[in-house]
C-alpha cells in the first residue's frame, strides 16, 4: 500500500498543533505507521531537502527545519501521497486554500507548519532517511 512521510515542522510542534494534524489524517481514513519527535541535526536537514539546495532560501530553510523537534510520521492509504499534499495545501500559505493545513494555521512561507513528500518515490526516499530502522 502507498505510503508518504509528514513532518511537522519546528512551528507547528512549538505551536500545539501535532493533535490537529494527526487528528485530520486519522480521520480521513489513513493508518499512522511510524511516528517519532526528533531534533535533526544541520547535516541530516541538509540531506531531507538536497533538492533545494541551489535555492536562495536553503540555508533559511535548514535553519529552520533545525530550529526545534519536529514530528516525523508515515502515513499509508490509497493515494496518500496525492491527497496528503492537498491536504496541506499550497507551498506558500497566502496561496493555500482554507480548510488546508497551511491555509488554516500559517501566514510565511518560511513557517508552514508541515512537510509532505511529493512524489511516491520521494516519499520512499524519505522514509528511508528518517526510519531507517524500519516500520514495525
Ligand atoms: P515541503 O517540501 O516542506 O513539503 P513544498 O514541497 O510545498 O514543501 P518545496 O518547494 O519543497 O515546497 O519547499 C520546501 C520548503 O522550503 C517549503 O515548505 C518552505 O518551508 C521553504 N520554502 C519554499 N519556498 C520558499 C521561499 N520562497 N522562501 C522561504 N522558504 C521557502
Ligand atoms: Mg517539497
Do not use: C
Request: charged share 25%; hydrophobic share 40%.
Amino acid at each position: 500500500m502507498e505510503q508518504t512521510f509528514i513532518m511537522i515542522k519546528p512551528d507547528g510542534v512549538q505551536r500545539g498543533l501535532i493533535g490537529d494534524v494527526i487528528a485530520r489524517f486519522e480521520k480521513k481514513g489513513f493508518y499512522l505507521k511510524g511516528l517519532k519527535l526528533i531534533t535533526v541535526e544541520r547535516s541530516f536537514a541538509e540531506k531531507h531537502y538536497e533538492d533545494l539546495s541551489a535555492k536562495p532560501f536553503f540555508a533559511g530553510l535548514v535553519e529552520y527545519i533545525i530550529s526545534g523537534p519536529v514530528v516525523a510520521m508515515v502515513w499509508e492509504g490509497k493515494n496518500v501521497v496525492v491527497t496528503g499534499r492537498k491536504m496541506i495545501g499550497a507551498t506558500n500559505p497566502s496561496n493555500s486554500e482554507p480548510g488546508t493545513i497551511r491555509g488554516d494555521y500559517a501566514i510565511e512561507v518560511g513557517r508552514n507548519v508541515i512537510h509532505g513528500s511529493d512524489a511516491v518515490e520521494s516519499a520512499r526516499k524519505e522514509i528511508a532517511l528518517w526510519f531507517p530502522e524500519g516500520l514495525s
